[in-house]
């Protein structure tokens, strides 16, 4: 396992790389996030995916979220509301998870749960938004942590039978948010799943 030790106010892509390396090849990465650290690896991995279910002792059977790029990217894997497209425009990037229904074209579909859902972030964070643009395809994203537990906000707290079954680990040091506020946009209007970091401004 790599671990990348980065200065939040310094980082670009030549220090990424490691990780961005890693996304293309099919591996699992552990990064920051705008609220807490995510697990990850590209939605197009399936292995990879199988990888972070083992990790996190995950109902398999449930969806996972994944990162854009831009709200024009979530388009063509979900299917947004007119009225979502506005709220997800005033709100992103930020600490704000959208639950919307999926292409099943566009979608594998180990992403998706029994309700052909999946959750859609664009986090309000530089590293978040490097790998993304660099890899082209958008990123699983799930909280560092054993289904069912609190998740890791400290790298450094981070188990080491949990740390060493990922590729490369990408450390800012600890960080300090609720998780991301959740919305349910698959209806005729907002419904907030979850109060987290992410105001409700609508």
């Known amino acids: 396992m790599i671990t990348i030790n980065l200065d939040?106010?310094?980082?670009?892509?030549k220090s990424l790389e490691p990780a961005i390396e890693a996304l293309k090849d099919?591996?699992?990465i552990?990064?920051?996030t705008d609220t807490v650290y995510g697990i990850g690896c590209d939605i197009f991995a399936a292995p990879a995916i199988d990888r972070i279910v083992e990790i996190k002792k995950r109902d398999a059977s449930k969806p996972f979220s994944f990162i854009c790029q831009s709200v024009a990217q979530i388009s063509e894997?979900?299917?947004i509301p007119t009225w979502a497209y506005r709220l997800m425009n005033k709100t992103l990037p930020g600490p704000y998870t959208y639950i919307l229904e999926a292409r099943r074209s566009s979608i594998p579909k180990k992403m998706?749960?029994?309700r052909n859902t999946s959750g859609v972030r664009i986090p309000d964070n530089k590293v978040c938004k490097i790998l993304v643009e660099a890899l082209g395809r958008p990123i699983l994203t799930s909280s560092v942590n054993v289904s069912g537990q609190e998740p890791f906000n400290d790298p450094a707290l981070i188990p080491d039978e949990l740390a060493r079954?990922?590729?490369v680990l990408v450390s800012v040091g600890p960080?300090?948010?609720?998780a991301s506020t959740v919305v349910d946009a698959t209806g005729a209007e907002p419904a907030v799943i979850r109060l987290g970091a992410?105001?409700?401004v609508w």
Not at 8 to 13: E, M, N, W
């Open 175 to 178: 960080l300090i948010s609720d």
């Open 8 to 13: 939040p106010d310094r980082i670009h892509y």
């Open 112 to 114: 998706l749960g029994k």
């Open 198 to 200: 992410g105001p409700v």
């Open 26 to 28: 099919g591996g699992v």
């Open 30 to 32: 552990i990064y920051p």
């Open 165 to 167: 079954k990922v590729d």
């Open 77 to 79: 894997f979900a299917i």
